[in-house]
């Protein structure tokens, strides 16, 4: 049930953003916090993404202000808004069906 929510969490990770966030995180990776866990999500240039070492493995696209992904876990494309102007290590929530996120970006 843990991994079905993770997976849902990563999941909610892909809506409206801007250009400036999305390529700190798709550049340097995040570690996301839920429920007091840490998972650390990697992307790649090539479109894709790896989660909870290799377990959820999936594909990332930014679309205007969205970043849209998929995943081993759900693979309809979900997306989900980030906030404007993040960069390397800050610390913001994003809040999906699945519950609050908490995003640090490396």
Known sequence: MRKILIGAALLALSAP???????????????????????????????????????????????GDKMCTTSNFNP???????PKGKKSGDTFDLTSDQGTVTITIK
């Open 76 to 82: 309809e494309e979900t997306c989900t808004e980030y």
């Open 17 to 63: 953003a801007f250009a400036d966030t999305l390529q700190e995180v798709t550049t340097r990776g995040i570690t996301m916090n839920i429920q007091g866990m840490d998972i650390d999500v990697l992307y790649t240039p090539d479109g894709k993404f790896t989660a909870m070492d290799g377990q959820v493995t999936g594909t990332w696209k930014i679309d």
